[in-house]
């Protein structure tokens, strides 16, 4: 295995990622779970004040920076590409990391993941996020420049999503108007990803 890189179907390490994760090895275990439960926090709560743990850094707080950063980014990458926890082992065994760190590494992942996956959505770009539709039905009016109505109905379609972070306030992601064909179309491209969606399903073992 070339020892620059390690990538599988989904997710690629870099050489300092897979380094950092190596020393982790080099520590004894309690010290390694201390500083893989140090860094989820400060990754979930960067702005909150833990209380320092001065043997993470005893021995060689250059490499225990690095194992920080490395554990950082895995569980970046992982919860970036939705890796499952069969993946994330498969993962960490190719790199040879010790069965015990290996466990360590996957059940914090586990159970952080859905913070994780929050987290990872108030960061960086991500595409909206949808979780709820409003619409009404507005008129045709009469225009003082055309001076005449074509007396078909629009559509006010708004999508929007609710705000976790500021006690389930709705927040609006995209509003368009639309006529009666313009909206048959819209619902048959959502049909079809619905069939899709069904066709995969059904296929998945």
């Not at 064909?181 to 296929?203: A, P, T």
Request: aromatic share 6%; charged share 25%.
């Amino acid at each position: 295995m070339d020892p620059s890189a390690l990538k599988t179907n989904v997710i690629s390490l870099p050489s300092n990622v897979i380094e950092g994760l190596k020393h982790l090895g080099t520590m004894d275990f309690d010290t390694a779970r201390k500083l893989i439960g140090n860094t989820i926090k400060l990754t979930l709560h960067p702005q909150a004040t833990l209380q320092p743990i001065p043997e993470i850094y005893a021995t060689n707080s250059t490499r225990a920076k690095q194992s920080e950063y490395a554990v950082c980014s895995l569980f970046s990458l992982a919860t970036k590409h939705c890796l499952s926890e069969f993946e994330l082992r498969q993962l960490l065994e190719e790199i040879e990391l010790s069965g015990v760190t290996i466990d360590e590494l996957i059940k914090t992942y586990v159970d952080n993941k859905n913070s994780l996956i929050l987290r990872h959505l108030q960061i960086g770009h991500s595409f909206p996020h949808v979780t709820d539709l409003q619409w009404r039905i507005v008129a045709d009016v009469k225009s003082s420049t055309a001076g005449k109505s074509s007396g078909e109905p629009g559509f006010y379609i708004n999508m929007g999503r609710f705000n976790q972070n500021s006690d389930g306030e709705r927040e609006t992601v995209v509003e368009f108007v639309c006529n009666t064909e313009e909206l048959q179309l819209l619902i048959n491209k959502l049909k079809e990803i619905e069939r899709h969606c069904e066709k995969w399903s059904n296929e998945s073992p």
